[in-house]
């Protein structure tokens, strides 16, 4: 069993940056990790993945401003939120999983964290 935990949502202004955190525990293993994100009356879409073996993924929508990377030997993943926008605004979900391909389809992914809220004001 894995727990996800997030942190660093907040409100911040359009233009301006956010850091998310997910720390990982239980069982160690090789997991994909990815965040989600999920807008008032959306579906839970894809936003960034970084598989334990390397390569980073990220939904067009956020190439060139968001960057996910892992510290903590793997057990924490943190996605830096820079030139943000108000359609980014959504509880962004931390997820982990042994998928090793689809990384942008949610049902791969095992676990899930409880998710944080991420408002950008205009």
């Known amino acids: 069993q894995v727990q996800l935990v997030e942190s660093g949502g907040g409100l911040v202004q359009a233009g301006g940056s956010l850091r998310l955190s997910c720390a990982a525990s239980g069982t160690y293993r090789r997991y994909t990790m990815g965040w989600f994100r999920q807008a008032p009356g959306k579906e839970r879409e894809f936003v960034a993945a970084i598989p334990w073996t390397g390569g980073f993924y990220y939904a067009d929508s956020v190439k060139g401003r968001f960057t996910i990377s892992r510290v903590n030997a793997g057990n924490t993943v943190s996605l830096q939120m820079n030139s943000l926008k108000p359609e980014d605004t959504a509880v962004y979900y931390c997820?982990?999983?042994?998928?090793?391909?689809?990384?942008?389809?949610?049902?791969?992914?095992?676990?899930w964290g409880q998710g944080t809220q991420v408002t950008v004001s205009s």
């Open positions: 997820s982990a999983g042994t998928l090793s391909a689809a990384y942008e389809q949610r049902g791969q992914y095992n676990y």
